[in-house]
């Protein structure tokens, strides 16, 4: 009979030890996972804040394309412009040339006229 107390109090014991170490294992297994999710919530905001750089980054990148690009198209306007009003001077200054032509053959034409006038005159 003391044996079977002993015996039961030994597997009692036995029984209690097993669930302290069962416990201690479910609360360590417990602390991983807690710590597991920690740092994948981590990773995951790391992740986050580092898309929302590159998105940034790709946004100015787009900014200063756009601005360079839009700079490209103005001066390649300004430089169109630029000939338009230089052909329309060439042309004015053609036309100025060719009036001041006919404006010498007509003063030369009126003084040849005037010669003649003053020489039947003198006749």
């Given at each position: ?27 360590q ?10 740092l ?11 898309e ?39 042309k004015?200054l ?30």
């Amino acid at each position: 009979a003391q044996m079977e107390a002993q015996q039961a109090a030994f597997e009692k014991e036995a029984q209690l030890h097993e669930a302290k170490v069962r416990a201690q294992m479910e609360a360590q297994q417990a602390a991983f996972e807690q710590m597991r999710m920690k740092l994948a919530g981590e990773e995951t905001l790391m992740g986050q804040k580092m898309e929302v750089k590159r998105r940034e980054f790709l946004f100015m990148q787009n900014a200063e394309k756009k601005a360079e690009d839009d700079l490209r198209r103005q001066r390649l306007k300004d430089e169109a412009k630029a000939r338009e009003d230089l052909k329309e001077l060439k042309k004015q200054l053609n036309m100025s040339q060719e009036e001041m032509k006919k404006a010498e053959t007509r003063k030369a034409e009126e003084q040849a006229r005037t010669a003649e006038l003053m020489i039947r005159m003198k006749e």
